[in-house]
C-alpha cells in the first residue's frame, strides 16, 4: 500500500501547484466545452478519497458536510467559494491522506462496504479503495491539465 500513497500525495503535490499558481479568473471558469472547473475537480478529489475509503468502511469522514453537499459526484460548480473554502481545501490536500495513511497502517478499517463505481471497477476491501482512488485523482488530475490548456490558450 505504501506505493499507493505515494501516488496520492504526488498527484496532491501537483493538484496544489495548479491551486497555488493558477489566477483566480481561470481556476473557476468553466470553458465552453467542459461542465467544470480547476476548483471543482481539486475540491471534489479531496471529497472523494474520503467517501470511498472512509464512508464505505462505515467510518466518520474528516470533512465537512457542505464540503461533501458541494463536491460529491454529481455535483457541478456553483459561483466561486469563499477564500476560507479555498485555504481548507489547501491544507485537506495534504493532511487528509496523511491522515488516511496512518489510520491504515493503525487497522482503523475494519469493515468494507463493497461498492460498482462508475468505471464498473468493483471495490471489496479498503485497499481497493485507496488503489481506485489513486486512479481516481490521476483521471481528474488530467481533466484539470486538458482545462487549463484550453484557459491559456
Known amino acids: 500500500m505504501e506505493t499507493q500513497f505515494t501516488?496520492?500525495?504526488?498527484?496532491?503535490?501537483?493538484?496544489?501547484?495548479?491551486?497555488?499558481?493558477?489566477?483566480?479568473?481561470?481556476?473557476?471558469?468553466?470553458?465552453?466545452?467542459?461542465?467544470?472547473?480547476?476548483?471543482?475537480?481539486?475540491?471534489?478529489v479531496v471529497v472523494t478519497e474520503q467517501k470511498l475509503v472512509y464512508g464505505l468502511s462505515r467510518l466518520p469522514l474528516n470533512i465537512s458536510k457542505v464540503l461533501v453537499e458541494k463536491y460529491q459526484k454529481g455535483t457541478a460548480p456553483k459561483g466561486h467559494p469563499p477564500a476560507t473554502e479555498v485555504e481548507e481545501i489547501k491544507k485537506l490536500l495534504f493532511s487528509l491522506p496523511e491522515k488516511t495513511k496512518s489510520d491504515y497502517n493503525n487497522g482503523m478499517f475494519t469493515d468494507f462496504k463493497s461498492y460498482m463505481t462508475t468505471p464498473k471497477v468493483e471495490l471489496n476491501s479498503v485497499e481497493d479503495a485507496i488503489a481506485f482512488n489513486a486512479f481516481h485523482e490521476g483521471l481528474h488530475l488530467g481533466s484539470i491539465m486538458a482545462l487549463a490548456r484550453v484557459l491559456k490558450a
Open 7 to 44: 501516488i496520492i500525495t504526488q498527484n496532491r503535490k501537483l493538484l496544489y501547484h495548479f491551486l497555488k499558481h493558477t489566477p483566480q479568473e481561470e481556476l473557476f471558469k468553466i470553458p465552453e466545452g467542459f461542465n467544470n472547473n480547476i476548483w471543482w475537480n481539486i475540491a471534489h
